[in-house]
């Protein structure tokens, strides 16, 4: 589009995919597609890292490290309990069935 600035970051990022798969083509549609994957999965990341990091904090979840491994993440038992309460005091309210008269 005419007289549209250029995002500097934007333009970094479709170029740098095109330079990690330098056989690639694709429309423009489909390069925006692939962008916008990349930034949802991105930002999810991040706030599943938060959310995963505060789960561990309140003993929620535990966190291993195996040996030369990544690591991993699950149910603390101690924490079980507490899981549950704050579960159901954190569930959306259900929604109601429009009354018919």
Known sequence: MPGTEVDP???????SCFMRNPQAADTLEGIA???LLEE????????????????????FL???EPA?????????????ENAA?????NR?????APRSH
């Open 9 to 15: 970051e934007v333009a970094r990022q479709v170029l």
């Open 33 to 35: 597609r692939w962008r």
């Open 40 to 59: 949802r999965l991105q930002r999810t990341m991040q706030q599943t890292d938060a959310a995963v990091r505060w789960l561990v904090t309140k003993g």
């Open 62 to 64: 535990q966190e291993i």
């Open 68 to 80: 030369g491994s990544v690591k991993l993440y699950r149910l603390d038992p101690k924490g079980q």
């Open 85 to 89: 309460k704050f579960l159901a005091a």
């Open 92 to 96: 959306a309210p259900k929604r109601r």
